[in-house]
């Protein structure tokens, strides 16, 4: 009798430990992956989960309906998009816009505002004279038939290079497009969620949307109880957390100084805070050997045209990281450090040099980054 009571007992401390064993195995954080297309370029997810975590298939069905959200309210290849609807909507009515697209709008007016109209929204017309927007996307015609992937996408690069316009807008063209372009004409009224255009204005938020997708992926991953992980939409980046084996998310800043090796020119950790980049040679077209990019000057109506090759921008959020690369694109590398100082905002320069190489410089909020 006493043998059989031992013997239960050795059976149940067995099984309880063997329990907390698995339990133990079963805690301890994993990597997991997912990826997909999204506002004209892929998207990617990494974060640290458990076997006991949601199915990774849930987990992503989650981020692309927070990303088909932002793309159903905000993209301008849509038509029937909440922007394209205002952008539809009679000059001086009041539109009545979502929390999404109001907040959005109102962030991008304060980045106009600190850069005196070098980063502007309704700089639509242009962007799209240009040919970088949707308005000419039925009269581009590919030259010549391009691979896709397993699920049938056209890498937008590829697209774009077998797309780009063949001539250079007039300064009609160019001044007609201008005369549309203020962001000084677009109001937004944040306790009644109301937008109006007090010009014929057209929107394009795509200099801060990708970023704003970025965001709202995280909040999906959080919302799941997703605390450690890393999101990227074509290059902007959002980090939470650690990866699984407790060490920091460490990002490569590649651009055009990327090491002979193919190794990133920059590598940082940044913490729970967002990454983005822009440059000239991200999305640009060639005629007659003049090179187009497509960070346009809302005050000349052109491509800008300057030293600076590339920026990176640490940020709170990715979709304020966006706006920034594109702001100080357009301002250069000098306007644009004396701004990020003025403004305390960490950002990174990469500068075309006169012996034809790159050199680099560094805002103060930055250089922190530098020593980690």
Known sequence: MLLTRSYKRSLLLGMVLLIAALYVIGSRPRLKHFHGHTMGTTYSVSYAATLFSDPVKDVQADVERALEDINDKMSTYRPDSELMQFNRAPVGKPFKASDELVDLVHRSLHFSRISDGAYDVTVGPLVNLWGFGPSDKDKKQPKKKLPADQDGQVDPVLWMLANYPTEVPGDDAINAALDRVGYQYLTV??????????????????????????????????????????????????????????????????????????????VVTIGDRALATSGDYLNFFEIDGQKFSHMINPHTGRPEVSRLAEVAVIADTAADGDALATLFMVLGDKKGLALANREGIAAYFTYHSEDGGFKSQSSEAFKPYLQN
């Not at 970025?214 to 902007?236: T, Y």
């Open 189 to 266: 009224d944040t306790a009644q969620d109301i937008l109006t255009r007090e010009k014929d204005l057209f929107v394009d938020l795509s200099s801060i949307a990708k970023g704003y997708g970025v965001d709202k992926a995280g909040d999906a991953l959080k919302h799941r109880g997703i605390n450690n992980f890393m999101v990227e939409i074509g290059g902007e980046v959002l980090v939470n957390g650690r990866k699984p084996d407790g060490t920091a998310w460490r990002l490569g800043i590649r651009g055009p100084a990327m090491t002979a090796g193919g190794m990133p020119a920059l």
